[in-house]
């Protein structure tokens, strides 16, 4: 009877609107520039880092691989760097780092800070190996290996959290 929550559906992530009601950004877009992207981080910056958070770290954004793979233009074309995109936003004060995630697709990130106090892994079952009978000699050895382990999302009272989900849903 319990529900199981992760980044993209805790009560404890903050989340960040993309799509028209919000910022009406869609990073996946060819058309999207460094400025439409810097816009993006730094109002994932402020919602984590603002006056109405107040959480303390680095943060990590996990992005999908079309936002990825569309950050990876050069950031700006007028001059002679080959910078990309997502390099030029690496260099944003309160970034930890970029990372490309298969656990989101097409315009949807996540802005973590990769501490205990906001974000940990809870393991309600160590792992477990059971070795299935062999019936015939031919038979192959074959074990069972399962566990349970889920992420614990931490808010305080005043719902701060270390934790952003963004999305244009």
Not at 147 to 166: E, F, H, N
């Given at each position: 009877g319990y529900r199981s929550y992760g980044i993209k559906n805790?009560?404890?992530?903050?989340?960040?609107?993309?799509?028209?009601?919000?910022?009406?950004?869609?990073?996946?877009?060819?058309?999207?520039?460094?400025?439409?992207?810097?816009?993006?981080?730094?109002?994932?910056?402020?919602?984590?880092?603002?006056?109405?958070?107040?959480?303390?770290?680095n943060i990590t954004f996990y992005v999908s691989s079309q936002i990825w793979f569309n950050g990876l233009k050069v950031a700006n074309s007028q001059v002679s760097t080959t910078e990309s995109v997502i390099e030029a936003?690496?260099?944003?004060?309160?970034?930890?780092?970029?990372?490309?995630?298969?656990?989101?697709t097409g315009n949807e990130f996540a802005a973590v800070i990769l501490s205990s106090e906001y974000i940990r892994p809870i393991i309600g079952m160590p792992i477990t190996n059971t070795p299935i009978p062999r019936v015939t000699p031919m038979d192959d050895w074959n074990v069972l290996v399962?566990?349970?382990?889920?992420?614990?999302?931490?808010?305080?009272?005043?719902?701060?959290?270390?934790?952003?989900?963004?999305?244009a849903a």
């Open positions: 805790s009560p404890n992530a903050l989340a960040l609107n993309l799509g028209a009601g919000g910022l009406a950004t869609d990073l996946t877009a060819p058309a999207t520039t460094y400025d439409q992207f810097r816009a993006v981080f730094v109002a994932a910056l402020q919602a984590l880092h603002g006056s109405g958070n107040n959480a303390v770290g936003l690496r260099k944003l004060p309160g970034v930890a780092d970029i990372k490309m995630s298969d656990r989101f399962w566990s349970a382990s889920g992420l614990q999302i931490k808010s305080d009272a005043s719902g701060r959290s270390g934790t952003l989900y963004a999305s």
